[in-house]
């Protein structure tokens, strides 16, 4: 079917029949039976609604055309992304051409009609300048961040195009907001609701296009710091090993240096707790701190996880390395075996340097349970662990996968609170925390009233793979108090075990299958600790009291039996002030703990304004 150059013409099939328009379709565009009504004389009518009819398919054509639009951006297809895109530009010209033309201005002055053909026509312009303004600095953009695209030999990608692409930003930006302003005269509580419908798709997507260019123009300059941009960049990954659990997750059991310099990933040591002195505190907090924790806590990096407050142990990895090396790292990232599976799923699997292949399913067992059982001694657990990072890194900075389903995957982890960032630079840190990847407790209660409960694997043992953990928090406003209890339960099989995973604490006269924890409580900020039960726990001389960051802490050490669980409960006061939405904050396990809720009592104390 072929388009009349003429705006007051209209469409004819190649045998001179009028074009039939497609069943099923409600477009706002179709606006000639009100004018009947009205009264217009017949012929202007017909034309005029077969003009409405020529935008109507304009803009449907361009709707698909957009929708393929992604899938060649995604193949990498430049060829068809030119086409589709001069395709998508000819398609709402014609339409914005339609909508300029006389029969358009007299539609506009009549009442009631008027609204709704000064919608469509609004609609149309502001489709076309998207189109016109916004389109190909967006698809330039877009083919910029496949990173799988321009990956360089090495590990890497190339940020040449990125940079390039990134000065589209002002022209997207203004063109979405020429587009706003066009649609600002649409009165929606006087158009038909045929109109409105489609009238409030197109406002909903520049509403939020706005935000979200803002988003990528503040961020993508700092992103491309990190990346190295503008010079090396030296960061440290933690791999947290969740069989021995300490706050954050577990023993940081291994690490890896990796420097970026212009996008050109390079892994440059791996390393374990027995990479670096063991005997010399990095850090000193203040004296309230380090009263809620063992005396080698700040000392061997194995360790310094046990704060919930990731901040604290990025800088005591950065004061080791600064001891060890004499240089400050950028940047400190911490994740778990838990989110190397998330990213398999999207990556596919790895193959170990001893032939093993691992995937999203099995790669948490083979490394937290079945390297004791396989590999014996430390160097060749080491090796093994060894072997997995290096391969997981080659996979991922290859970019040979789909990068918005890898971020995806990292937003999950986020939530769960499993992976964490550090940057040395304040603007870096500062987009960390905006991202939610800080993996610090709050100090205020206004965006949350955030009561936490915290575990730290007391035995020594790598028993915690079977661990299974419930945590409630219930407030009684007539008491003034909140009871945060965790429930925690030891899965452990009785035999099968090798005695590396087994309790090595034979002091407490426990089972070697008994799993030993210190509960710690932090207490929302401003609330004080008010009991814990069991009263001092299974150990009256490791019970702990103190202070981190201004919240009032307490922790208990407790012991549990295979097969069996153990209740322990804290109650503090409920904080004075506002209050945001109370939360749990809570160790991340190879089980996530799914059973986390917070009692509907608590709902009524919520105070702060959103």
Known sequence: MSKSPHPGRYRADRGGRHA????????????????????????????????AVSVEQDLTSAKTQMSSIMHYVKN???????????QIAAKTQDAASTVRGPLWDLAVNIPVVGENVDAVRRATEATNILVEGALPAGVKLLGALKIDKHSVSGGGINLEPVVSASDSLPRIKAAFADAKTTLAGVDQTKILPVVNNAIKSLVTVVDQAGPALDTVEQ???????????????????????????????GLPAATAIITINNGHFKLEKQTSTFSFPRNVQVISPPWETQALYDSDTFMGFGNFTRTPNFTTTA??????????????????????????????KVTGPIVTGDHRTLDSTNVVD???????????????????FGSVAEKVFSKVSSGSYDIMKMLGQFQIAIKQDRLHAWFQNPDEQKMAADFGMVGDLETTNKKTTQAGIFLNNADYSKLDYFLKTKVTLTCDAKAGTMTEAITITNTAPLTGLTSYQLNRRPK????????????????????????????????????????????NVQSVRVFVPTGTSKVVTYTSTIPKGARGPFSIATTPTVVPTANTTVSPTCGALVTAKK
Do not use: C
């Open 508 to 551: 407490y006269l426990q089972a070697p299958t008994t799993q030993i924890f210190d509960v710690m409580y932090f207490a929302p900020p401003g609330s004080t600790i008010t009991g814990v039960t069991p009263i001092g726990g299974d150990s009256y001389y490791d019970a702990r009291v103190g202070f981190e960051n201004g919240r």
């Open 366 to 384: 083979a490394l937290l349970n079945n390297a004791y059982i396989r590999y014996r001694g430390n160097k060749a657990q080491d090796l093994f």
């Open 219 to 249: 961020y993508l300059p700092t992103l491309l710091d990190i990346a190295g941009a503008h010079g090396n960049r030296t960061y440290m990954l933690i791999f947290q090993n969740l069989a021995e659990s300490r706050a954050q997750g």
């Open 315 to 344: 800088s005591a990895f950065d004061a080791l390395w600064f001891n060890t090396t004499g240089g400050h790292l950028d940047g400190v990232i911490s994740l778990d075996p838990v989110v190397l599976s998330y990213m398999l």
């Open 76 to 86: 990498g297809d430049s060829g068809q992304i030119a086409k589709a895109g001069d």
């Open 20 to 51: 039939a328009r497609p069943r099923g379709r409600r477009w706002p565009w179709a606006v000639g039976v009100p004018l009947v009504i009205l009264g217009i004389p017949a012929v202007l009518v017909g034309i005029f609604a077969m003009q």
